[in-house]
């Protein structure tokens, strides 16, 4: 019997997701908090892959396709943010970053 | 076509017309406008009546649907028919001649322009209410004659006892157009329209009631509209107290023609009232237990126009008794020479009024036949009608009443007989105590200007002479005449009962003027309870008003209003002030523990998920 | 030959997401990322999505991730500091995501018992001309759409960075 069980890529899928979790929960730097989230798309993108893979239809590569374009238009978006952030407020720590408190 | 339309069009031209610009307009202009207005409006009516000849069916003009709703359907429709050409002749004459003296009495008062604007105002909706050829028409000449009443009574709205006169007018007159409404409802509901044509042909088809039923329904709650309007009991209460406002209104609205509306309306409703023959007698009751209760108070009182008050009270009274009786026609007429010569009385006590710049009490009057010698041939005039002496109007329409309750029951005919004595009596009494005697007063009484003098003989003519417009016999076609002998003895007791009463008033106030104070002094305890009118507003203000106005502020205004709706708004916005104080605590401004609460979220619906996969 | 394939590369992307997480300054992070992507790259081979492998490695591993480095560098990013504490994060996060992971799992292998087995060349659809067809024909809306998105994303960005005319 030679092959992966496509539920390993589900659950590998499903660790990925949960660790970009864990860091968005655990890390204070704002771009690290970036990271994880791409980290969690990353994840789902490979869930949508392996759906594919099941379903023999490539329409699972489109949406992996999709969710990169929209990815990346926020990576450039939220990068911009940091960086209009950290010139008013001269800190990447989320915590700091809270003057909705209140 | 005749356009009926512009009988009731043209004053109401004239208030808008005074209303808009008669501020600005010189008092010359506005009374151009007010008198104008009425006057084209009677010639309108005289041209209607000469076009229409005899009138022997009724002439109805359909303008517009005024509103539609399932199967009721309310026109805008005129008619005239013998009836209302009798209204029509009297509102607009009388109505007249009291603006003409409107103009001199008004001379020197503030809103001279408001009053005429109201005053024409008041005559567009009093045509209405005569002309209207369905219940919701009249209902609204009914109501806006009401309106016109409560701002002319309030029109010294500065003075507090005038604008609560005036408050009290308009919420006794609710309570009746409450029955009124409900009795048009009632209509509606029996015979599933509002057209007097429709109604009445309608009820004509239906069986006597002997028995309570639906037409002694209706009959009895159009009585409590009427009573309200006509000041019968036990609604009479604010007609009194109407006398607040200026003296051509008390002439105009309170004496001649609004008052009547509702002897008006039970006569246009006669084919309801004559299948409902226990709805007629309350009528012949309430009628006669008004006039002689009023005829009672008007003997003690002391304010000239509360004298003529009490007695337009007592006069109204008498003519529900003409109705009540089946004598349609005799309340008719006795509404017709009642406008003249009452008019009349108001207008005279007006111009002595005017005469003593503002003086009413007949304490402070006396001798004044030297003073004002036109106003007391008037008045006196009046007197002897409304006395019921021969051959003056009084006399011949209060005496087809006194008939016809002869006929319909003899003991109404005696108390009839007994209050048409202390009519005379109370109306002579305060004659000779403004004319006779010694002037007793401050004042340097004036004679008033030709402008209120002419318009009071043209009224004395028409009381004198107004008997012999034979109503009755014009009404015929409507109202068939009450059988019953024409009995000569029944006429004899009451012009002597009217002779006995002015007798008396000249013994105890000419003749032996000490003679009323020491008869008040003897009878003590009975005079003040007649001069203190029974007490019947200290009654009515412990039994009713106080329990309503303390009730609604406990229950109503503590109770609901302050304590649950406003209780219950105050607790919402608090119970939303402490939820937020709490729920605030989860906005912590920290990215990181939203993204916890969004985490418990999705844990919530994978968990929700599994367990409907469970389930299945 | 397979199953060495995915085990080799899954714990690869595994072990550097959890560096990701662990690490406190953000350039380690930033290439642990990298290596995740680029584990992820050869997993997408294993099944089949060849242009979606070589997009990951271009788009995501190339570009995305450059640009996190340069702002990285822009910003000169130290090492985090210890500030603050979410308890809510603490004590209702992480009991949050052991249940969610768990969940997940339930959830797979409820879903998918005896699921079939990937292998290389188990699916040959992933080619670029596959992709593309699609994109150009059935996707073609959406396609247009993203242009006017990263139209907006460009625009965006260079408004929000640009400096301030005090500055």
Redesign the interface.
Known sequence: MTGVPLSWFLILSAVLFSLGVAGFLIRRSVLTVFMSIELMLNAVNLSFVAFSYQLKQVNGHLFTFFVMVVAAAEAALGLAIILAVFRNRGTLQVDEVNSMKN | MLHLWLIPAFPLAGFLANGLVGRRASKAAVNLIAIGSVVLSLLWVLKTLAALGPLEHTHIERYFTWFQSGDLRVGFDLAVDRLTAVMLLVVTSVGLLIHIYAIGYMSHEGGYYRFFAYFNLFMFFMLLLVMAANFLLMFVGWEGVGLCSYLLIGFYFLRHSATTAGNKAFIVNRIGDYGFTLAVFLIFLGFGSLDFETVFAAAAGRPVETSAGALTLIGLLLLAGAAGKSAQIPLYVWLPDAMEGPTPVSALIHAATMVTAGVYMIARCAPLYTRAPLALDVVALVGLATAVLAAIIGLAQTDIKKVFAYSTVSQLGYMFLGLGSGAYSAGIFHLVTHAFFKALLFLGAGSVIHALSGEQDLRRMGGLRKHTPVTFVTILCAAVAIAGVPPFSGFHSKDAILLAAHHHAPWMYWAGVATAGLTAFYVFRAVFLAFFGTYRGPHHPHESPAVMTLPLAALALLSLAGGYFNVPRWLEPMFPPAEGAHDALLVYISVAAAAAGISLAWLMYVARPGLADRLAGRLGWLYRLVYNKFFVDEIYDRALVRPCVEGSSAVLWRGVDAGLIDGAVNQVGMKARDAGSVLRL????????Y???V??G??LA??A??LS?GAR | MDLVLFLTFAIVAVGCAVNLVLQRHPISAAISLIGVMASLAVLYLLLGAEFIAAAQVIVYAGAIMVLFVFVIMLLNAEAERKTGRSLVARYIGIPSLVLFLSLLGVLIHALYPSAERASFGGFTGGTPQNVGRLLFTRYLLPFEATSALILIAIVGAVWLARKEAGE
Not at chain 2, 586 to 593: A, E, F, N
């Open positions: 989860i906005q912590s401004g920290s990215i990181r523990s993204a916890a609460w985490l418990w999705s844990v994978l968990a998920l599994v996969r």
